[in-house]
């Protein structure tokens, strides 16, 4: 080693035996983030109702309403003009896995339904920009929340951080009762 090296390392390493090191920060991976206590709108209202998983555990599920009575709007309908009848059966499948298992969390921290379940009424599969997370998940799970975004589980340790931000879509059944209109 060179003396003009050997001596800005012994000069790097005397500042840096004077320099204090920085406080120490917790950092957080989404999935570990502290639980905040959940409490719906009060100008909500809630359906509530008990499924069995596959273990034939009991659990109550609790979803809002208007989130209730659109998937009933959605499961009953054909698909929209312009999506296929392939990807429609995928949606409705996410958005029964998403009611099961996010739909109360998701409420209460905010998410609206277009935020959920918006699609972008003139153009529903080639505007990504409108879509609500529902439609972007395409068989994937939702593996964790919080109020401004959501981590997708797309395989293995793979995850995908949706944000929400759907601009000029509007809820999925509302495609569906414009289609049943026409």
């Known amino acids: 080693m060179n003396k003009y ?11 840096a035996d004077n320099v204090a090191a920085p406080p120490v920060q917790k950092v957080y991976q989404v999935q570990e983030l502290p ?15 008990t499924k069995e998983n596959k273990n034939g555990t009991r659990y109550t599920i609790s979803e809002p309403e208007e989130w209730r009575d659109g998937f009933d709007r959605l499961i009953s309908s054909p698909a929209p ?11 409705i499948e996410d958005v029964e896995r998403f009611m099961t298992d996010w739909a109360e ?5 905010g998410w609206t339904a277009v935020d959920v379940f918006g699609l972008h009424p003139e153009a529903p599969t080639h505007r990504p920009d409108s879509a609500g997370l529902i439609w972007l ?3 994937h799970e939702v593996a964790a ?4 975004e959501a981590v997708i589980k797309i395989s293995g ?6 944000h929400r931000r759907a601009q000029g879509g509007v809820p ?5 009762e414009a289609r049943n209109e026409s």
């Open 157 to 162: 340790n793979r995850t995908q951080t949706f």
């Open 35 to 49: 639980e905040k206590e959940l409490k719906p709108s009060s100008y909500t209202s809630y359906t509530s109702y």
């Open 81 to 91: 003009k312009g999506i296929t009848v392939t990807r429609w059966r995928q949606f």
């Open 5 to 15: 090296l050997a001596a800005a390392l012994e000069a790097d390493t005397k500042e």
């Open 137 to 139: 998940l395409s068989g």
């Open 172 to 176: 999925a059944w509302k495609l569906t």
């Open 105 to 109: 969390k998701a409420h209460a921290l």
């Open 145 to 148: 929340m919080s109020g401004s």
